[in-house]
């Protein structure tokens, strides 16, 4: 078979404007650019919750406090992204507090270069039970993470070590 003939690998289809999955490149989910988004979507939260706790629909109230204070974070489980006159963000972002998913919220952030602003938010809460599987796929490749980089040190502090003769 010439170059020529070799065959074809099939092409992986995507809109033109339409939204890419980020989570198929982990480098790019965890990215600062994405947390940066994440961390500004919490903080909109909070705000807004507090601003309606009285409000049903919030059933999870988060401070500004406890997400300046670092007691609330956030987890990116899912993201997609789409170029426009900047960037839009779709997330799906876990509220983590105490080491414990309270559950998740799903927004959209519009990054028009650098200045952030929600444009939409989800329509509604979503319960530990709905993201529960995320999650731990999430928080298993951050301990696998962290295990290597323990191993790493471990090899290298062994390099420096001298044999005994």
Known sequence: MSSQEQPQQPRKHTMVGGYSNLGHDKALLKSEQVRKVANFALEE???KT????TNEEHSLTVSPGEVESGEVTAVVLEAQRQVVAG??????IALIKDSICLGAIKVTVWDHFGELKVT????????WEDVQEL???VQAEEEEKKALE???EIEEGM????PNE
């Not at 939409?120 to 319960?127: A, C, E, S, T, V």
């Open 45 to 47: 939260y909070a705000a």
């Open 159 to 162: 390099d420096e070590v001298e």
């Open 50 to 53: 507090t601003e309606t706790a």
């Open 135 to 137: 999650f731990n796929e």
């Open 150 to 152: 323990v191993e790493g």
């Open 120 to 127: 939409n938010w989800g329509d509604k809460l979503l319960p």
């Open 87 to 92: 960037l839009n963000y779709k997330l799906t």
